[in-house]
């Protein structure tokens, strides 16, 4: 019998987080599923809290591969998946006992192709709910799912690009659960994150979402992402990032040509790149970072004097920002490094003692 729904958990030593993550898989509501662990090269004891953990429970399949990346260990969970519907469980996180009991009873009653809830970010000693101002489920079919979540995968509109925070929060993956045919009879892949950076939930998404004919959002946080990892990759500094992201917005243009998505998509990926400016300027300050301050507000200068950052920049509307973004954002506009340094180094301060 095949099970109704694949997990697949990318694993690299993950020792100290795995046991949760596994034990909230399998406390689920529901039973018919399999979980696709990939231990990717782990050099601590994973693979062994793998192995005791598929002795007891014959719904976990282990693959055990060199060390490759998250995005290659995805994808070979792809290629093994025997679910009519796949979700993607990160290591480091755990879920509630009812996510895919509730997200497979959407799916199957109306018949849809992507299912995704929203999400709690832990922090170890507290933890805070990420917030959508939608109702409790907002229902997306054919057309809408382009224009309301595709287009918003892209980059923001409007008064979107007010909350420069929400710019990834529905591109994750690990917040959804797909129908395997529109993966499989598409050929959706992950791009590996040395040549794009991050992102590659994202892209993915794009993807999945172009064919897609209905999606549903539940405003409900099942999913449990942990911040308190400081051996995530999100929080290490990455020299090569703006190298990378270039790459990656290559990509999504490359998409949008092909598939003829018009101009509300262009400006939404211009809005990504002016977005992205702060990302990219915090992996520029960040503490894995050691250069003299003088080199990094050199870093941020070259930043913002990069050809498509400043296109971007240029066309970028402040209207809808609040104050504070208006003012970060016209400093990156007018290329004014030493006020956006300043400001990175507030925004870093306040992201670490609020957030």
């Not at 992201?245 to 990504?272: D, I, P, Q, T, V």
């Not at 066309?315 to 490094?337: E, G, H």
Request: hydrophobic content about 35%; proline content about 3%; charged content about 25%.
């Amino acid at each position: 019998m095949k099970p109704k729904i694949s997990i697949i958990v990318p694993i690299y030593n993950m020792e100290n987080y795995l046991g949760r993550c596994l034990d909230s898989l399998l406390s689920q509501d529901y039973e018919d599923f399999e979980v696709i662990a990939i231990n990717d090269g782990s050099t601590d004891k994973s693979l062994t809290i793998l192995q005791e953990y598929a002795k007891k429970d014959p719904r976990i399949y282990i693959i055990d591969k060199e060390n490759n990346g998250v995005s290659s260990a995805r994808n070979d969970g792809l290629t093994k998946a025997k679910g009519e519907f796949i979700g993607f469980v990160d290591p480091d996180d755990w879920i509630d006992p009812q996510m895919y009991k509730n997200m497979l009873k959407v799916a199957e009653e109306d018949q849809v192709d992507i299912v995704m809830c929203s999400y709690i970010r832990e922090f170890g000693t507290h933890s805070k709910e990420k917030k959508f101002a939608l109702p409790e489920r907002s229902n997306y079919i054919n057309d809408e799912v382009h224009k309301k979540i595709l287009r918003r995968l892209v980059g923001p509109l409007n008064e979107e690009v007010a909350n420069p925070e929400l710019l990834d929060a529905w591109g994750t993956v690990w917040s959804k659960m797909y129908r395997a045919e529109i993966i499989k009879n598409n050929n959706l892949q992950f791009v590996d994150l040395s040549e794009i950076g991050s992102n590659e939930d994202t892209l993915f998404n794009i993807h999945a979402c172009y064919y897609a004919k209905s999606f549903v959002f539940l405003n409900k946080p099942y999913y449990h992402y942990w911040r308190a990892n400081n051996t995530s990759i999100t929080s290490k500094h990455n020299p090569n990032l703006i190298n990378q992201f270039g790459k990656l917005y290559s990509r999504m243009e490359s998409f949008l040509n092909e598939k003829n998505l018009g101009k509300n998509y262009k400006m939404a990926l211009s809005n990504r790149i002016s977005l992205n400016t702060l990302g990219l300027g915090l992996n520029t300050i960040s503490r894995g970072n050691n250069p003299s301050i003088i080199k990094q507000i050199k870093d941020i200068k070259e930043l913002l004097n990069n050809s498509r950052i400043k296109r971007s920049l240029e066309q970028f509307d402040l209207k809808n920002c609040s104050m504070i973004w208006k003012t970060f954002f016209f400093f990156a506009k007018k290329r004014l490094t030493f006020g956006l340094y300043m400001m990175l180094i507030s925004i870093e301060v306040l992201r670490k003692t609020v957030r």
